[in-house]
């Protein structure tokens, strides 16, 4: 079974800045993809950040010049650095990997969520 646990969400006023945490566990052969999701209430969730194994990064327009993603392969740990948080930017933050299992399929992770709210 694979899990992704993530940490570092919460409530911060605009302008602020958080650090978000992802860490995959479990039995794998490899972690491709790794990458940062979020769902406003009444809205779609979308993509915030991916980051490939050999580090591409990608991320979404509204947040490009804000937020940055690295990740630790050692640690098998995905993070997000956001920076001059916006109210809009309030969501459920998602946790998301593309992996080989120990036999080479691919399988698809979703974390648990964590809140970030930010705050006027």
């Known amino acids: 079974q694979v899990e992704l646990v993530e940490s570092g969400g919460g409530l911060v006023q605009a302008g602020g800045s958080l650090r978000l945490s992802c860490a995959a566990s479990?039995?794998?052969?490899?972690?491709?993809?790794m990458g940062w999701y979020r769902q406003a209430p009444g809205k779609q969730r979308e993509l915030v950040a991916k980051?490939?194994?050999?580090?591409?990064?990608a991320y979404t327009e509204p947040v490009k010049d804000r937020f940055s993603i690295s990740r630790d392969n050692a640690k098998n740990t995905v993070y997000l650095q956001m920076n001059s948080l916006k109210l809009e930017d309030t969501a459920v933050y998602y946790c998301?990997?593309?992996?080989?299992?120990?036999?080479?399929?691919?399988?698809?992770?979703w974390g648990q969520g964590t809140q970030v709210t930010v705050s006027s």
């Open positions: 980051i490939d194994s050999d580090g591409t990064t």
């Open positions: 998301n990997a593309d992996l080989l299992t120990r036999f080479r399929n691919p399988i698809n992770r």
């Open positions: 479990g039995s794998f052969f490899r972690i491709n993809v």
